[in-house]
């Protein structure tokens, strides 16, 4: 199982960046996917999952701002990121699980290792 994140890198407030994680290994359209976020000296923080359905869910800080997406023929999902803010910066995971609760409540068993997201002011 692979999940591999990439889109990262420093940008100004107010800017915009689209993270993918393109997977490999397990049967993505089977899973729902998301993305968490780790800032230093910070625990993580769920931010989207998307189930198999399609059915998308954010946290409130990301709310209009954050869209995910999902292509399934490609196995690959997808962040775009606008209106970035400075406590926006964190390390950003993807991560899959059979539970979207998975997503936002742990570490997922499946997940990649991370693209940094740094917004300065």
């Known amino acids: 199982v ?13 800017g915009s960046l689209r993270l993918s994680c393109v997977t490999s290994g397990f049967t993505f359209s089977d899973y729902c996917v998301g993305w968490f ?23 409130d800080s990301v709310k209009g701002r954050f869209t995910t997406s999902r292509d399934n ?11 970035l803010k400075p406590e926006d910066s964190a390390m950003y995971y993807c991560g899959a699980a059979k539970s979207c609760g998975t997503i936002w409540n742990e570490f997922p068993n499946y997940r990649g290792r991370g693209t940094r997201v740094t917004v300065s002011s």
């Open 73 to 83: 023929g490609k196995r690959s999902l997808y962040l775009q990121m606008n209106s």
């Open 2 to 14: 692979q999940l591999v994140e990439s889109g990262g890198g420093s940008v100004q407030a107010g």
């Open 37 to 59: 976020r780790q800032a230093p000296g910070k625990e993580r923080e769920g931010i989207t999952t998307i189930d198999t359905s399609g059915t998308t869910r954010y946290t």
